[in-house]
């Protein structure tokens, strides 16, 4: 019966797929998403988008608070269902409700806060709690949790109890709990937002190294421009729409526009941009060392 | 304020009694509880406590830790020994010592009330010794376990154990939230030490409104993550933890069932031949 199931969906999705292989990890065609406000009617989170992730690839998703951005992560998981259009994750259609469940084992999210994502009081049994849902074997669990925390670097917190950690600790548990279900698609919807600077600091580390090392497919949902830096592929999200996409650099060499959307550049990005309006021959950069080298060498240069 | 109240009593060390099932010490709790009721005499309570004082060694918790749970219903224990003592109306045989309006005291009120304030304490400490030995999350695990059987009449055992750890696993983020929340009003100028208990009850309301509002949010929120991690019910999960007996629990089975014995022992052989009143009697040559 197992097998039969299978087949017939790999029979189905092998059609679209043939046409373009490989599946894409994520994919929104036209995708619209709408709720209904008391004061404002009927409001469009997302409008119209069409959007396509690659497995293995490392994309920020950049925008206001209110551009429709947590709704796209939400969209992505079936914890909402478009509207409009259409939103197939490996080629699982997210208007299935039956499907909902395989589109969360292979596509885990990561929220904003961390103590309002951890169900158990000991963090080996918080991380247990996805493996033991999907119906893992005891065994296996164990051997998961073992796996999941050492990958976010918590081995020696297994025993601890979450509320007692830090912030970048307890997204760190948290992100551990997604990977124990061994998912291919890890999405951050504004996970750092709550945490001080040294907690950013570690979830990015954990998340650039899964997606380095593991080839974990990376959706990052933030507001803050210097985590986008570390993506390979930037999107900004405008009033539920996709307005740019494209590289972190080519988004931010085109701050005027990123300023019609409210955003801001990354700090040394904006200074580098300040000491070119004053007349300062220095090349882009984006972080703090590519600034230093660019000021040094237009020093050297005049 | 708040920050001081640590949820449970967990007295974390090893120890014999700390590595049992907690399935088992649910269920010699309760067989130490009937161990208590159904002793009619004082031979049998001292029984009792020595089955108390031996477990509380065996489980390496200082006395004073143990002793400190009476403090929370010594009250209740002193009012109801007061009651006990001057309400009793006695037996036939009853020696009245001193009697005003509908106030008696006799020798039976008098050993009542020991009686009495000694099955309650021994109930307390006992029972406060399961809580000093067994984690919370254990304890709800050994619950979920022992109602097991309910799911054969469509009990939601699996839930209510989830409902429950989830509960614990929220009290200290609520009891944070609570101080946040009473500082951010004290910055407002709320005062909540001052007036009386109605006033101070009315205070608390700024405080209660925003909390249980951040609790359904909470709820929420945790509601996705739940759902984002692929929770569908108890249908089709496994369990990671697994509660196992050992011979551990075979011999806290075995001491218990010897202690029931010998209560009930104690009470068809020793009831009549060692009346503590004639015992008293005889002390004192009344």
Known sequence: MEEFTTVSEAAEEGVPAQAEAPVPAV?????????????????????GVTLTIRAGEFVAVLGRNGSGKSTLAKLINALLRPTEGKVTVFGLDTADAKKAFEIRKSAGMVFQNPDNQTVASVVEDDVAFGPENIGVPREEIGERITAALEAVGMTEFRHATPSRLSGGQKQRIAI?????????????????????????????????????????????ITHFMEEALEAERAVVMHRGEVVMDGTPEEIF??????????????????????????????????NAEELAEAICASLQKG | MLNDVTFGQYYPTKSFVHNMDPRAKLLFVIAYIVAIFIANNFFGLILVTLALIFFILLARVPFG????????????????????LLFYAGGENDIVLAQWWIITISWQSIINTIFLAMRLLLLVLGTALLTLTTTPVALTDGIESLLKPLKYIKFPVHELALIMSIALRFIPSLMEETNRIISAQKARGANFEKGGLIKRAKAMIPVLIPLLVSAFRRAEDLGDAMDARCYSGAKGRTKYKKLTFTWRDLLGLLFFAALITG????????????????????WFGI
């Open chain 1, 27 to 47: 994919r929104f065609e036209n995708v619209k998403y709408t709720y209904d406000d008391d004061e404002e009617g009927t409001v469009f989170a997302v409008n």
């Open chain 1, 176 to 220: 551990a709990g997604v990977l124990a279900i061994q998912p291919k698609i890890m999405i951050l919807d504004e996970s750092t937002a709550m945490l001080d600077p040294k907690g950013r600091r570690e979830v990015m580390d954990v998340v650039k190294k899964l997606n380095k090392e593991q080839g974990m497919t990376v959706i990052l």
């Open chain 1, 253 to 286: 060499a085109r701050a005027d526009e990123l300023e019609t959307y409210n955003l801001t550049l990354p700090r040394a990005a904006y200074i580098c941009r300040r000491l070119q309006e004053a007349g300062m021959p220095v090349g882009n950069a984006f």
């Open chain 2, 65 to 84: 830790r143990v002793l400190r749970s009476i403090k929370m219903i010594l009250f209740l224990i002193v009012f109801t020994a007061i009651l006990n």
């Open chain 2, 263 to 282: 209560i009930v022992l104690l009470n068809t052989y020793l009831l009549g031949r060692f009346d503590i009143i004639w015992q008293v009697q005889q």
